[in-house]
């Protein structure tokens, strides 16, 4: 996002640049110099003119406009102390750019509010979507668990497995850092809770030994994808109990 955030601003910018610094041209010098000698001619600026030419050292006639085709150097100089003067300054270029650079930043940080918005409205989406599957899961394994030898109920348990890990491998894809996620789809894929989960586990003793321990691995996994699920609801924060050092 950054990155393009940042391409959009350099382009608008050098738009702002073009419209400010080319806006200029000799289209702009010649309205400049028609609004210089019409504020000249004028009857109320006469006399102003007049006292300009004194200022300067020059005698304006009576007949401006005569004067004006006759000594039009002189009448260039007066007319141009005069306007200088009464003119008011024109505005700098950051003067003329804020109107502009206003907007822009206006729409940078709508654009970024939204972004964010999406953000956090994603991430609570994807830690319910994690939630939902862990608890299918759960129940799934648990029924499995209670179910009597040759009545256990496998394709609940690899339904369920199959959605878990799909919700994990979303979260990887997009937390690449967050190496306790792979160690999560590894013992789905792997360990005790894996493909081994549904294998012949014995009778009597065994199988009772081999329940207990699924169920203390179950609870957990549950532990495990929570902290994974409650990480996704808060994007602002930093998450250490993600990364290596923190397993």
Do not use: I
Not at 57 to 71: I, Q, T, Y
Not at 90 to 99: I, N, V
Not at 125 to 154: C, H, I, M, T
Not at 212 to 230: G, I, K, S
């Amino acid at each position: 996002m950054g990155v393009v955030v940042g391409k959009r601003v350099v382009a608008a910018l050098g738009v702002a640049a073009v419209l400010l610094v080319g806006g200029g041209g000799p289209a702009r010098a010649d309205a400049e110099d028609d609004a210089k000698a019409v504020f000249c001619l004028t009857v109320k600026s006469e006399r102003n003119l007049r006292d300009a030419g004194k200022a300067v050292g020059v005698e304006v006639p009576s007949d401006v406009p005569a004067w004006r085709a006759a000594k039009p150097a002189e009448f260039e100089r007066v007319c141009s102390a005069l306007y200088g003067s009464e003119k008011a300054p024109s505005p700098d270029w950051f003067t003329q750019a804020l109107p502009f650079l206003t907007g822009l930043f206006g729409a940078l940080l709508a654009y970024v509010a939204t972004a964010w918005r999406d953000r956090v409205a994603r991430g609570r989406k994807q830690g319910e979507d994690l939630r939902g599957a862990l608890v299918e899961f759960e129940n799934a394994v648990a029924a499995y668990l209670s179910a009597y030898v040759g009545g256990k109920p496998e394709g609940p348990v690899l339904t369920s497995r199959a959605k878990l890990v799909s919700q994990l491998a979303l979260v990887k894809s997009e937390h690449r850092g967050w190496s306790r996620v792979q160690a999560l789809l590894d013992g789905l894929r792997e360990g005790p809770l894996g493909e081994s989960l549904t294998q012949p586990a014995g009778q009597g003793d065994a199988a009772r030994a081999r329940g207990a321990q699924l169920r203390v691995r179950l609870d957990e996994l549950r532990d495990e994808v929570l902290l994974v699920a409650t990480a996704l609801t808060r994007p602002a924060r930093r998450h250490p109990e993600m990364s290596p050092r923190s397993r």
